[in-house]
């Protein structure tokens, strides 16, 4: 073939190169630029605002800073400070008489320390929903804070101590709305529950799931369930300048392993080879060097991004609008800290190693305990396949302490009267920020009510920023007295708008080019 056939066909080639690259990046751009935005508007009235007086503000002060003082803290399933949790059951009864003497409202002791309260609603056509909260909290030894951490003392406009963001604030806060509305005379269209459980902390076997049995026993199936999780997010999220609120729709499943291995013990004068720790060590460190694959994209944790495309700035906006084409890289991004390589993969932590007891003695057993936290797309079965594959020695002996796949994804789509309550109740409370679904890395007591509603969000109504993160279940645990009065706002607000008989209609706009 002569050089100008080749040239001639060479051109050509490069120009339908050039011409796919064009339709693929004006594919892109509309794409990006044709989104529905995120801001919306909200067809009707909506809920009313509360107008704090000086002493309702004080008031609410006082009932937090009395709760963090109340030690009820869980240790272990079968540990838990259970004097102080009779006390916060008679110090709730004390500050919200009007609660507890309502006509419209039914409160139970469930289990000796949790609390169900039933509200009556004055259409009993619609369906009831309910509002979680906990009680218990994570021990907090007093070193390293820079407040006693359960003197609830206040310091630059916040209040200090374990609880206040999880979740003591949500149970004030939801207990002072309640308080509130009452006071104000509103009487609720829709009947709801709140539920308040005294072992979160721990697995919520003996509380929430008590409140579940209860419930189920008398029929009761709920529209949505409302529980703490994820919450508005300000400078967390690289590349999204203004605050967004993230509604965890799913949880990821758990698994908590025993890795043991027996070897004969021996004299330190005269070690074998290989001994129980140092097998056993091999063992998790292949199971640290060797993680479980990204999954980026197979759950639900891609949608969250696509819905936030229109806050991240050009080129962000045109990545996060196409995962479609750039998830790899995206995923490769998200899995360099350990914050976002929880959304992207199933994690795996070792949290107790126990081996030996004396420096001149081999031992015979050496155990480990790992804690897996699933990513939504895999299962126990899957996680436990990858994980004797990786160990790959039969001297390890795998036991599964306790283990549930990944919760179920609650819908999120327009027609939702839950997830769109939410939204219109988040818009209104946090100056329009935009909401997406997210996956909830932790685990919490709404995992135990997935057989009495298929609607399951999970949003601690307060705005964190980056180093508030490292505070929950950390040292420094605090609340501003801002945060508070916007989190039973919120709740104030949710229950107003809860009683509508139809699902908020939401008006867009889209992105124009």
């Avoid at 040239?7 to 794409?31: E, I, K, M, S, Y």
């Avoid at 698994?255 to 060590?281: C, D, Y």
């Avoid at 997406?436 to 109504?461: E, K, M, Q």
Wanted: glycine share 8%.
């Amino acid at each position: 073939m002569s050089k100008t056939r080749w040239r001639g066909t060479g051109g050509a080639l490069l120009g339908l190169l050039l011409l796919a690259v064009g339709f693929l990046v004006c594919a892109l751009l509309l794409r990006t630029y044709t989104l529905p935005s995120r801001l919306v508007t909200w067809q009707g009235p909506g809920a009313a605002e509360v107008v704090f007086t000086p002493e309702e503000r004080q008031q609410l002060k006082r009932a937090i800073v009395g709760a963090i003082q109340i030690p009820t803290v869980s240790f272990s399933e079968e540990e838990q400070n259970f004097t102080a949790l009779a006390d916060f059951g008679e110090y709730i009864r004390k500050v919200f008489p009007r609660v507890f003497s309502s006509s419209i409202i039914k409160h139970e002791v469930v289990a000796e320390y949790s609390h169900l309260f039933a509200v009556q609603g004055s259409n009993q056509n619609l369906q009831p929903y309910m509002i979680l909260a906990h009680l218990d909290v994570v021990p907090a030894p007093p070193e390293g804070w820079d407040l006693p951490p359960f003197s609830g003392e206040e310091r630059d406009g916040y209040i200090y101590g374990r609880g206040t963001l999880d979740d003591k604030s949500c149970v004030i806060g939801v207990l002072h709305a309640l308080d509130l509305l009452l006071k104000r005379g509103y009487k609720p269209k829709r009947s709801f529950y709140i539920g308040l459980g005294h072992d979160e902390e721990v697995s919520g076997h003996k509380g929430a799931m008590k409140i579940v049995e209860k419930l189920q026993s008398r029929g009761v199936k709920l529209l949505f369930v409302i529980d703490e999780g994820l919450a508005v997010l300000d400078g967390i999220i690289q590349g999204v300048k203004r605050p967004v609120a993230l509604v965890g729709t799913t949880e990821k499943g758990s698994i908590t392993l025993n890795l043991t291995v027996i070897q004969p013990p021996g004299h330190s004068s005269m070690p074998p080879s290989e001994t129980s720790i140092g097998i056993l060590a091999a063992a998790v460190s292949r199971l640290e060097r060797l993680p479980m694959p990204n999954m980026f994209g197979e759950g639900p944790e891609a949608s969250m991004f696509e819905h936030l495309a229109g806050e991240f700035s050009f080129p962000l906006n045109v990545i996060m609008a196409n995962l479609w084409l750039f998830s790899p890289i995206i995923s490769r991004v998200l899995e360099q800290k350990p914050s976002t390589n929880a959304i992207v993969r199933t994690t795996t932590a070792v949290t107790i190693f126990n081996a030996g007891v004396k420096s001149n003695v081999i031992p015979a057993m050496a155990r480990a305990t790992v804690n897996f936290r699933l990513h939504p797309a895999q299962t126990v079965v899957e996680a436990l396949d990858i994980i004797q594959n990786t160990i790959s020695d039969e001297r390890v002996e795998i036991s599964v302490l306790n283990s549930f796949d990944p919760l179920p994804i609650s819908p999120y789509d327009e027609s939702n009267f839950g997830y769109q309550t939410l939204q219109r109740t988040i818009n209104s409370v946090f100056s329009a920020a935009p909401v997406a679904p997210g996956v909830c890395i932790g685990n919490t007591d709404s995992r135990h009510f997935v057989n009495l509603s298929d609607s399951i969000y999970r949003f601690s109504p307060f705005r964190l920023k980056p180093e508030d993160l490292l505070r929950i279940h950390g040292l420094n645990e605090r609340i501003s007295l801002e945060n508070l009065e916007r989190l039973t706002q919120f709740y104030y607000q949710l229950i107003q708008n809860a009683d509508s008989d139809k699902v908020p209609i939401v008006h867009r706009a889209t992105h124009e080019l």
